[in-house]
């Protein structure tokens, strides 16, 4: 259903429906016989108790021929094994329901019993973190086909704003995701303020730490709801507070009823950027010493990305911050960027600096930053990268429009 769009666009509804189809004949095979099975065992067992009867009736009859005992004997008997049957057959015919409660049972167990690939060797309580961050020799995959870091080193000073840049697949996410200890690394050191950051208690470090993914996700509520979601118990004032140093708060007046909007199942009822706007009120309610953003303002418009931006400013002030975008004004003011190829650290600086060098982010720069300077003109801005000469002057080809001349 979620991608009913999708199937729409591509007209696949009738494929969707014939697989729809083949699958429910399964289940409808399989619930039949499961019910037979069921449903038959209280009718066996009723069937079994009246043979029981029967051969009794018919043994005891004869033994009151015989003269072994008397008729009233063999009749109270009778009357004594027949309200036996009954509690008996009422307890096995819930052998049914019994036997789906195990199923069931296994698989709640199994999923209780699974042991976590995060383990942390203590809980310490972490106290206000600084934020820190350092890698030593890390390594980490996801799987042993697929290593992504190997032998990573970074550091980066507490209260410090890094852009993690680079092709996908260099790595990016994936630091910010072994910061969140969503997954665990197999060599190396993570300290966070010269601590190993398994010995932290994960519930109290994470209360420490803001993540802001992509897209992010809220909860059926209201926008005050989701605000309020790290801390429960936080007021209307300082929910309201909050909001509007968000993007000057102009996003707050443009809600119907302001932060008592309903949003809707998943955020639904707001645009990508108000989803940002509300998540980064979150964030900046949760006060963390460590953020990491993710691409936060990778689908928005430019006006949208203004007031991400306004946001942004006001929740990375005095944190240690990891930016991952693919937006230039998000990336340019940070005060250091880290360019990453293949899990490996190949430049740093700012931005000035590494355009300057003409190395990895000038490329970089050249194929996805330049068009998005404010003064851009097609055709100018090219940065010479190192051990490549230098492009030809542009041309207009007659067309009064700057192109450029590849060499």
């Not at 206000?128 to 550091?155: A, N």
């Not at 909860?219 to 007021?235: L, Q, S, V, W």
């Amino acid at each position: 259903m979620s991608g009913i769009s999708v199937a729409k666009s591509f007209r696949r509804e009738a494929a969707i429906y014939d697989e729809f189809r083949e699958v429910n004949a399964r289940a409808y095979a399989v619930n039949l016989r499961l019910g037979f099975l069921f449903s038959a065992i209280f009718p066996i067992l009723l069937t079994i108790a009246g043979l029981g009867t029967t051969l009794m009736v018919y043994l005891g009859a004869m033994r009151v021929l015989d003269g072994a005992i008397s008729a009233g004997q063999w009749f109270l008997f009778i009357q004594a094994v027949g309200l036996f049957w009954f509690p008996l057959t009422s307890v096995a015919s819930f052998w049914s329901l019994f036997q789906q409660g195990l199923a069931a049972s296994e698989r709640v167990f199994a999923l209780v019993d699974a042991e976590p690939r995060v383990v942390q060797t203590s809980a310490d309580e972490p106290g206000r973190i600084r934020g820190r961050i350092e890698f030593r020799g890390l390594d980490f995959r996801y799987t042993d086909q697929e290593t992504v870091l190997s032998g990573f080193d970074l550091t980066i000073p507490a209260g410090q704003t890094v852009a993690l840049v680079g092709h996908t697949g260099a790595g990016k996410s994936s630091l910010g995701k072994l910061i969140a200890r969503f997954y665990e690394f197999q060599g190396g050191q993570l300290l966070i303020d010269g601590r190993d950051i398994r010995s932290f208690d994960l519930a109290a470090y994470r209360r420490q730490l803001g993540v802001v993914p992509q897209v992010p996700f809220l909860f059926n509520g209201t926008d005050a709801d989701n605000i309020r979601y790290p801390r429960p118990e936080a007021t209307d004032a300082e929910v309201e507070a909050v909001a509007r140093r968000v993007g000057r708060g102009d996003w707050v007046e443009g809600r119907p009823d302001g932060l008592a909007t309903a949003v809707g199942e998943q955020g639904r009822g707001l645009s990508l950027g108000q989803l940002h706007l509300v998540a980064l009120a979150r964030l900046l309610l949760q006060d963390p010493a460590i953020v990491v953003l993710d691409e936060a303002t990778a689908s928005v418009d430019p006006l949208t990305e203004a007031q991400i931006q306004e946001g942004l400013d006001a929740v990375l002030r005095d944190r240690t911050a990891i930016v991952i975008a693919h937006r230039l004004s998000t990336i340019r003011h940070t005060d250091r960027m880290v360019v990453l190829e293949r899990g490996r650290v190949v430049e740093e600086g700012t931005h000035e600096e590494l355009v300057a060098r003409g190395g990895h982010y000038a490329h970089l720069y050249n194929t996805y930053f330049r068009h998005q300077s404010p003064d851009y003109q097609p055709g100018e801005g090219f940065v010479q990268e190192a051990g490549v000469r230098a492009r030809r002057p542009v041309a207009t080809h007659g067309t009064g429009v700057p192109v450029p001349v590849l060499p």
